[in-house]
């Protein structure tokens, strides 16, 4: 079986779990600045790698099937809406909560590739996502109680979650026969005319700082991230998409902890390895006394 593609999701889940650190640097720049700073340099990553793999491009509207766009700006949509709340929720709350439930969108992929896909869920995969449940509450319940996060940080977390779901299930139903550069491509320029009305009527300050965030945010933590996810999304089952992508949530509580010395309790530690056991059990299968990556046959 071949391991790239579960590897390529979980590097690429820990990247995006990176997001907090570059909001929180760049942070005398308007939310609206950042998402969409984010989305160009996103766009200027994707067309340096589709430049160097000579892979071509529809720019004009009119030369792109009507029913394909429009699945495009709809999933494109989905996107945005995920990154501003999720940038809402590092604002109002803490880093380390708002990345956990966060934690919750494997649970709205599971439901969506259901929806969409119709596709079995395995009980493997329904108790690896009832683990990662476990682990999120435990560190939702104790450590919501040891930290200034605010109701309104949370609901935008959670909203952030929703999208996501909806964001990596998708495409993989309406817009599976793009290559991963072009979805990365395609979604981060459409949402330049989205974002720019905002940015402009609101742009906040812009320094140094806030343009180093921005381009780590375009390049790491949306272009090279979005562009792994995707790939590996290609081989992996499509139930263990969202459970890979669940060791995510890990990155920002060491962030928390680490960077802006957010307490965490013992319960919370137990809640991280509940976390990091749903990634393994999904990740490996074992067969005939080995170990190896569960892919789609």
Known sequence: MD???????IIGACLFGLIPVFVRYGNELSIQSRILGRAIFATVFAWVYLSVTKEKVVLK???????????????????????????LSIQLGSVTLSGVLLGVHPVFVVFFVFLFFKERISVKTWIACLIAILGITLISIFHSSETSGTIGGSFYALLSAFFLGLNFTYYLKYLKAFTAGKLVFYQSILQIPILLPFA?????????????SII??????????????????????????????????VIPIVIGVAIYQEKICFESIIGILFILISVVMISFDTQKGSIQIVIDP
């Open 200 to 212: 402009i009527l609101d742009s906040g300050k812009i320094t140094f700082e806030g343009i180093i």
């Open 3 to 9: 391991r790239k593609g579960a590897i390529k999701i």
């Open 216 to 249: 780590c945010l375009g390049v790491f933590c949306t272009g090279i991230a979005y562009f792994l996810i995707y790939s590996g999304s290609k081989t992996v089952k499509k139930q263990h998409i969202g459970v890979l992508q669940i060791i995510e949530n």
């Open 61 to 87: 509207i009119k030369h792109i099937y009507t029913k394909t766009f429009i699945h495009f700006v709809i999933w494109t949509l989905f996107l945005t809406f995920a990154i501003l709340f999720y940038f």
